[in-house]
């Protein structure tokens, strides 16, 4: 089974600190994924595509291919990384799924099945937004379809963790930090946004368990 065990972030740590998560040596586990910083100037041979997000790559292990990108997405292959479970201030628990967007779910799906052998769950239309979901061991990708997209490979865009307490880490760093609580579409749970002021690079959101 394929399945996600780290991604690559050119970002600062300083924000991510700042919001409560523990970093060492540019480095932070989070439900036994890997997340790595590097510096914002070091992106490699990152696709352009990917120029818009601090998420420039993930690390998969147990993949039959080794592909070095998927439908443009940097690919890293690891089978050896022992997964680390560390506590963090944000109460952050578990990677819930990483969001990609693309201009054809069916040419993204299909490259990441091919790549992986994990194949496409479920399409969800959402009126101009088409959803494809796939699970690489701990971590759903969210395949998004949208007619704004029209580069010809796909792109990384954001990551979604389950914390412990939702409604404290917001209430803790505030609405200029992160937005208010609001239901998400899973039936029971909350989910909030990082505001961009908060520097991360990235789109991040919180979700209750």
Known sequence: ??????????????PWQAIG???DDGVAWVGGVRFRFVEPNARGDVPSTAASTALVGWTLSG?????????????????????????HELGARSVDHVVVTTSSIERTCGAIEAATGEPLKR?????????GFHRLGPVIVEVVEDDRV???????????LIVDDLHDVAGRLGPDVISLPKPAVQPGRFIASFREAAGLGLPLALMSA
């Not at 399409?123 to 959803?131: L, S, V």
Request: no cysteine; net charge negative.
């Open 21 to 23: 998560l523990r970093i």
């Open 123 to 131: 399409i969800r239309e959402a009126g101009a937004i088409r959803q």
């Open 1 to 14: 089974m394929t399945a996600i065990v780290g991604f690559t972030i050119a970002s600062s740590t300083a």
């Open 150 to 160: 029209v580069a010809p490979t796909a792109t990384f865009w954001g990551v979604v």
């Open 63 to 87: 993949s039959p291919s080794q592909a070095a990108a998927i439908d443009g997405l940097a690919s890293d292959h690891d089978d050896d990384l022992v997964p680390l479970a560390w506590t």
